[in-house]
Each structure stands twice: as structure tokens, then as C-alpha cells.
């Protein structure tokens, strides 16, 4: 059988690096990576071609005509965008509905479960995209993933988890017990290998997770396997909706510091998974939700549990490396 | 077995009417009409009391906590305001969130199949609400019902029709062969009766409707019913594009002209329903809607052929009687 063609952009990123790898072992895909002109000279799309990947290069901000002819005949095109620049993807799937060569678009949601409509303003750049989708009657999936575990982790007193740690999770948000799912970043790849390939997930949002941790859960399991003793800070609901909304003002005030950009995404985060229980898998299926868990009962994902092991034997990676 | 309270808003409209019709035919619901203070004493509501239906007063302006006041204890919540007030509903929607009384909220949809996202400003105030609903977790269902037979047919040479007419539909768009959903106006509610008392419809968008068909089925239809030849005008699509475009430009520039709004409604609709095909039952199934007649296989609902019938026999009713 003749493999899947899929043109994949973002593949020098976390998550499109995680569905590379995913889509490479799985080995049903005919892969090509779509690269930015701007980005074509960069090492780590040197990387991709020396591993032998094929790389088209295609500008999102060209015409739409162009870009369609790049993207042109591919099978499935999954976005993997990186978060900032979430609103490209307009020119790409305008360009894809021109093309109708695409059986499956994949746009790029892989974040947690989240309402659009003012809680995360990266979710309703998300849904903007969405809609475009829809107004081309274009074929999708959305795949969301809930929070990453490499990110999930507190520091512990030792200092053993801090060589791959980027944001310390210490707080603990009002009782700490709302269930959040999560993921392996690794893992990720490997939902969307099988969601790609299944024509149950067409036209469809599929939530792909490992475990429903509280926050109280993640410094248990935290504590049983490092014999230490987690040092948290508690944070009111109240607290946090204060947090957020100063962190909308200052980014408003101004808004090209990107230290006010990373605080905003940040603390509307907290909000959404802790105080207003947006992550869970029952508002998941509130929203119309597929679980890939269901879909894919034989697949076993990689548990907190077994991260936390991994990162007590100095085998995690710290992720976005070289850049902080 | 007890009644299922219902609370409706809107009851004096068009569509309110069909579903207030519809919920006491079906005799399972112990109804409540929403009625607005600025409406009180209207002939319209005092109609609803001679019938000894209850009037509950809730404004819609005023404070959200006094509204929930009003809105507490009710099962469930359907909302037909009209066409114009459509983004009062968000007070009504955070003061059903407050009661955690209601186990389902039923928006004012009752609209086309059509996507958010700038193809139709009333759907994309809708989504709005919609949006407000998922963002505090309200148990819902968006009930959509394609055009009405009543706004649908053309006019015959004769005149027989002119009785029951608002707006003649004698363009015909492209090629005529688009087809879309419709549904008569008397069924919206017997399919709301049967919708709100359905688990499977919870947290669903549910499409209902009688007929499909296409601009030429129309008129083959009611030459065939009338034995007259319908006088119809073409309108290429991009004529159609271009109307709606001038239409939209010219509300800008006069935003507090009615004739603008209506314009621009009129012109968006017959750009998603003849050039987009947006009102589909394929598009429906694509944008995730379930559709009724699915699930009530029994229900017979009026056919277009039958309600051309009527038109001849005079036996139809002109819509906004008095208004027009």
C-alpha cells in the first residue's frame, strides 16, 4: 500500500518534533516538512535534511496562490506552528481549501481543553483558525493534548530535577485537587500517527492524554518516588484571577515586551486548568470531545509516573534547549 | 409524572410562537413565558394571559443577579428573542449559570446551517452566546432548522400567493441547483418538544427540517401545484457576492438605517445558502450537528409540497401579521 503523503509544518519545534518522530515510527507516512523561507538556512532544518527528510519551502506571508501550489496534492498537512504565530495558518488553510488535493487538515491546536470565547487568548486565535476551516467545509481533525508533563513537575529541595526544568510548578492553585489532563510530549506524536489514520476522527476534536492528575496528585507521586519532601506555595483562586488580569493590563500597556506575552499565557493557563476546571475530561466531552484513550485502548502512553522516574535517573530532556 | 418546567422567552415571536404551539400540543411541560418589562403590557403578552398561560418579568438589562432571581428553578431554558437582540442573551446566559437549577439551555439558533466566522453577522453574534454557554459549562442544546416554507416560495403570475407573501423569491442563484435545508415554521416547536426531552440532544447541535431542495425544485413544485409558470430572475453568484458586499458597506456607513440591517440579512443569507452551501444537511453532518429526523423517524413533518398546497387553497398565514 502506497504511504500516506503528509506535509507537516513546525517539525523543528516541541510538538512537531514529537509528531515527526511519531509519524517516522509509526511508518505508514510519506513525509515532507514545510519550512519557512526565513527559516530554510536555519541548523535545525539543516538537521531535518541530513536525517534525509524532504523539505518544501513555502511562505505563509506570500500570496495564497503560491503557497497553494507548494502544499499542492499533500494527503494530510498538520500544523505545528509554534504560538505565536498561530494567525499564519489563515493564508495555509486558505491556501489548502484552493488546492482540494487534502483529505485531512490538521491545524494547530495541541494545547489543553479550553472553551473559546475570552479565557485564553491563544485558544481564540486557535478558533479563528478553526472557523476558516469550516468555512472552506474543509476536512479536519483538532487534537488537543491537555498540559505537558515535561512541564507539569515541581522542584524538588535537592535541586535533582532542575537541569530540565523551565517552569518551576510550585504552586499549588486553591485546594489543588481539580483533575488536569496531561500528556508526554513524547507521546504526542504517536496519538497523531493513529488519529491521522483513522476515519472515526474526521471532522472531529480527539483529546489525546496519559493520566487526570490534580495537582495534589502530581506532588504525591512526586514525593513517593523522590523520598523528598515538595516545598509548595498556595495561591487563591482569587489570587490567580488577579494575577491574570494584571497580566492582560500590563501586556495591553505594552505590548511588545514578550516577557508580558509569556505572563499572560501563563497565568490564563492557571486560570483555565485550576480555577475554572476548563482541562478535565469530562468538560472535554462537554465540548464535543472524542477520547483517543477509547479510540485506541491497546496504546499504553507514557505515565507521569514513569516521567518522574526518568527525571530522577537524569534522562529527561529539557525541552526548548539552547533557547533559555 | 411531573411536568418538565420550561421557561420560554420570545413566546409573542414567530419562532417563539411555533415552539410555544409545539410544547403545548406535546402536554409534558409546565410552561413559564419570559417576558420583558418594556413588553408587559402588550396585547401580545396580555393574548398569552387570556390563554392562563404564566408571565414571569425579567429584564434583561438590568442585573444579572435579579435575573437569576427570575430565571431559578426552571429545567429548562429556551430562548427565541429576536433577530436583533440576539447579544441580550449573555446577561440571560450568566444568570442561568448562576441558578444551577437548569439542566438545559437552549439558545436562540433556529437559524440556516451556516459556519462562525464572518459569513453571517447573526450567526457570528450567536456564536458569541454559544461561546458564553461552553465558557461556564451550561448543559445546552443548539437546535437549528434551515429556511421556512413561509419565506421560500416565489410569487405565481396570478397573484394567488401575494396574500401570504413578504419577500417574493423569484431570484434564482447560479445555476438553481444548490440544495437546503427547510423546514416549516408550525414544526420548529414539535421538534423542540420532542428535542428538549431527549437525553441523547444534551450538549449537541441538533439540525431539524422537512424537505431539501433546490431553488428549481421549488419552482418545479409550485408549477406543478399552481399550473402556472413561475417568472423567475437569474442572479449569478457573483452578482450575489457583490449585492451583499454593497449591502455590508452600506451598513457601515449607516448603521441606525433598518433597511440596511434587513438588507445585509437578506444578502448574507442568500450568499451562505446559494453560493457557500452552508445549508446542507452534508455541511450540517460536517459541522457536527445530529440530525432529528434521525432521531425521531416517526415524526412527520410538514412537507414544502403540502404547504404550497395550502398557499393555493388560501389557507396560509402571513407572517408578522401586521407588522408588514
Same mark, same amino acid.
Given at each position: ?24 515510527? *509509526? #511508518? +505508514? ?5 514545510? @519550512?519557512?523561507?526565513?527559516?530554510? !538556512?536555519?541548523? &535545525? ?15 505563509? *506571508? #506570500? +500570496? ?5 501550489? @507548494?502544499?499542492?496534492?499533500?494527503? !494530510?498537512?498538520? &500544523? ?30 495541541? !494545547? ?213
Amino acid at each position: 500500500m502506497a504511504k500516506q503523503s503528509v506535509l507537516l509544518l513546525g517539525a523543528t519545534g516541541e510538538t512537531g518534533g514529537s509528531i515527526l518522530e511519531g509519524l517516522l515510527e *509509526n #511508518g +505508514s507516512f510519506d513525509i515532507t516538512c514545510l @519550512v519557512q523561507p526565513s527559516s530554510s !538556512t536555519k541548523s &535545525s532544518v539543516q538537521a531535518l535534511r541530513n536525517r534525509g527528510l524532504k523539505i518544501v519551502i513555502g511562505d505563509l *506571508n #506570500g +500570496s495564497v496562490e503560491a503557497l497553494a501550489e @507548494v502544499v499542492r496534492g499533500f494527503n !494530510t498537512i498538520i &500544523s505545528a506552528i509554534s504560538p505565536p504565530y498561530q494567525m499564519a495558518q489563515i493564508a495555509l488553510v486558505d491556501a489548502v481549501a484552493m488546492t482540494t488535493t487534502t483529505s485531512r487538515f490538521v491545524p494547530c491546536a495541541f !494545547t489543553t481543553v479550553c472553551p473559546p470565547g475570552g479565557v485564553m487568548h491563544q485558544r481564540d486565535e486557535k478558533e479563528i483558525v478553526y472557523q476558516r476551516i469550516w468555512g472552506h467545509h474543509l476536512p479536519y481533525t483538532i487534537i488537543d493534548v491537555g498540559y505537558w508533563h515535561q512541564f507539569s513537575f515541581p522542584r524538588i529541595p535537592s535541586g535533582r530535577f532542575d537541569y530540565a526544568m523551565l517552569l518551576p510548578r510550585n504552586d499549588i492553585y486553591g485546594d489543588g485537587n481539580v483533575p488536569n489532563l496531561m500528556s508526554d510530549l513524547r507521546d504526542i506524536g504517536k496519538f497523531v500517527a493513529r488519529i491521522v489514520r483513522d476515519e472515526r476522527t474526521i471532522n472531529k476534536k480527539v483529546v489525546a492524554y496519559s493520566d487526570v492528575l490534580s495537582q495534589n496528585d502530581v506532588v504525591a507521586i512526586v514525593e513517593e518516588k523522590s523520598g523528598e519532601k515538595v516545598e509548595v506555595t498556595h495561591v487563591t483562586e482569587d489570587e490567580a484571577i488577579q494575577r491574570r488580569d494584571k497580566a492582560r493590563v500590563a501586556l495591553e500597556a505594552y505590548p511588545s515586551d514578550n516577557m508580558n506575552t509569556m505572563a499572560r499565557w501563563t497565568n490564563e493557563y492557571n486560570v483555565s486548568k485550576y480555577v475554572r476546571k476548563d482541562n478535565t475530561l469530562e468538560n472535554a466531552k462537554y465540548l464535543g470531545y472524542i477520547d483517543a484513550r477509547e479510540l485506541y485502548p491497546d496504546f499504553q502512553p507514557i505515565r507521569f509516573e514513569t516521567f518522574v522516574q526518568e527525571l530522577l535517573q537524569g534522562e529527561a530532556k529539557k525541552l526548548y534547549a539552547g533557547k533559555f
